[in-house]
């Protein structure tokens, strides 16, 4: 089992930055992907950024060139640092993993999800 806890959400204004932390435990050597989401009232759980365990990472349309993912092996924490805030970013943000290659975006695919943290960004 793996175990994942997010947190460093918070309010923000536009144009501002934040970062999330997902910290995984248990049995984090399964792992092959980790991935953030994020879901607005209404909305679709949508897929933000993913990063692959040899370090490939992608990126949703809509964050390129503003949102980083990155993995700090030593801490088992996954990051997502995410620039130029707009109030369409506010939403909940998950952290998900998975064990295997799958569509690295698509929440179906991940096993493991964390709490959520919450991201508002106000104009």
């Known amino acids: 089992q793996v175990r994942l806890v997010e947190s460093w959400g918070g309010s923000v204004q536009a144009g501002g930055s934040l970062r999330l932390a997902c910290e995984a435990s248990?049995?984090?050597?399964?792992?092959?992907?980790m991935a953030w989401f994020r879901q607005a009232p209404g909305k679709e759980r949508e897929g933000v950024a993913a990063?692959?365990?040899?370090?490939?990472?992608t990126y949703a349309d809509s964050v390129k060139g503003r949102f980083t993912i990155s993995l700090d092996n030593a801490k088992n924490t996954l990051y997502l640092q995410m620039n130029s805030l707009s109030p369409e970013d506010s939403a909940m943000y998950y952290c998900?993993?998975?064990?295997?290659?799958?569509?690295?975006?698509?929440?179906?695919?991940?096993?493991?999800w964390g709490q959520g943290t919450q991201v508002t960004v106000s104009s």
């Open positions: 998900a993993a998975a064990p295997n290659w799958r569509d690295p975006l698509l929440a179906e695919t991940y096993k493991y």
């Open positions: 990063r692959i365990r040899l370090g490939t990472t």
């Open positions: 248990g049995y984090t050597d399964k792992i092959y992907r």
